[in-house]
């Protein structure tokens, strides 16, 4: 049965990406890429194969269960979960040989009666607080506490710390902000064991502040190409997105469009209607704002998207006919659209429409090779 619609993934980008990043980064870095939320909807399986054979040194996960995943699949790279350490998946995560977030000292001897149960040891990588006000280690005693815990708990290692920026990607006031952060992390950091990984640089930072590289950085966004600032090594988003011309119509001057009669026809006009919905992902509020391309052309969304279809304006195109192709995202001829665009239509960010695919969608990896990885 053919898909209503498909997002295509083009490994060969993806690789290319991580190498342009791993050469950007100093050699003295590592490159964690960041594979949580299945990939930023790229397919973490597919990605995480790709990525390693192009350069990259570990992998990160939000979840155990996203962890665990990958380790099933056969991956054996080294695995971070940013998450911080549950009692509901802690032995799991042990079990797997993933390496764990911790900032309490209850986390740490949650991680000590696992590896204890599991009858292996188990790796954590101690999370600070610098700024962005969501979980980790804020002050100094609190850090004394978690070095004391380490050193207290029996078959628990630490060998990394990291912090996360909130606001690399900012104007002057989230650059001074930032420059605060790596300040505090620093800090906080200069005592710890040798041998401990740190590292701090997202996306943002591996772009605009390489001297923030430390150990390792994590690639996130930039990844799959769409870099939250300007760069300058030519990274290309890898995700395609595509339906199909189900119907074509001609209506006269005055006729209406989709619910709520929100467009009307200013004259003869041509509408084709198109197999993408909200129900598939693509945002209801982009309606009236969207563009799709259709033969290499640009052509205008028009009335409200519904959950199965929407409607395009087509008028003075009479070669546009029912199985035609429809970019969503992506090229066609000349023209292109990003999920950027989709986001800017949207009042959103590329995140999200990277990762609204609906389970309708079929999603296909370009350039798998089938290969085996490290």
Known sequence: MAPRNRRTVHLDVVRENMKRIRAAVPQTAGVIAVV??????????????????AGADMLAVATVAEGTALRKAGIRAPILVLGPVTAGDVLEGVTSGLIQTVCSREMVLLLGRAAEEADRWAEAHLLFDTGMGRVGVRTEEEKTAMITAFAETPGVFLTGAMTHFSDADGGPEGREYTAEQFRRFLQMTEDLPDGVMRHCANSAAIHCWPEMALDAVRAGISLYGYPPVEESIGLRPCMRWTA??????DLPEGA????????????????????????????????????VLIRGRRFPVVGRICMDQMMVDI???????????????????????????????????????????????????DGEDGGENT
């Open 244 to 249: 199909k011309v189900s119907y074509v119509k």
């Open 256 to 291: 209406y469009v989709s619910y709520g009669r929100t467009w009307r026809a200013d004259g003869l006009k041509r509408i084709a209607t198109v197999t993408c919905g909200y129900g598939d992902g693509y945002p209801r509020i982009a309606g009236g704002r969207a563009e």
């Open 315 to 365: 008028t003075g195109a009479e070669d546009i006919r029912p199985e035609d192709e429809v970019v969503l995202m992506g090229r066609s001829g000349g023209e292109e659209i990003t999920a950027e665009d989709i986001a800017r239509w949207s009042g959103t960010i590329s995140y999200e429409i990277l990762l609204s695919a609906g389970s309708r969608v079929e999603r296909v990896c």
């Open 36 to 53: 949580k939320a299945d990939a930023y909807g790229h397919g973490a399986e597919a990605v995480s194969r790709a990525v390693l054979e």
